[in-house]
């Protein structure tokens, strides 16, 4: 299910005149940040105040794109990874960006 957002990340980190290969702490820290807030708006909007699943995606999406613009850093894998807690069983998603930031700085040291 993570196997996209990684493929064009590490992608992206391959190429030699990448902005997202010159700036891997920000990458790092999109990435991450976007996992989380992905998780805690699932589990507040969703879970807690049974907003539906559309609403919840519209909420992540606005304020990812709020993030993109405030940072001077579009990357469409964090989007994606942001709203991949809304397809994710409540008891698999409490370590979800964990996992993630496990895999991507693998995928970072790989590159």
Known sequence: MMAPPL??????LTKNKSLLRKKPIRLISLMFLSSI????CVVILYHLFNVPLWGVAGVITLSIHL????????F????AIALLPTIIHLENLWFY????????LFSFYQA
């Open 97 to 104: 960006q964990y996992k993630y930031c496990l895999v991507y």
């Open 37 to 40: 807030w992905g998780v805690i």
């Open 7 to 12: 493929i064009v990340t590490l992608y992206e």
């Open 76 to 79: 469409p894998s964090a989007a």
């Open 67 to 74: 993030v993109f613009m405030i940072i001077k850093l579009e």
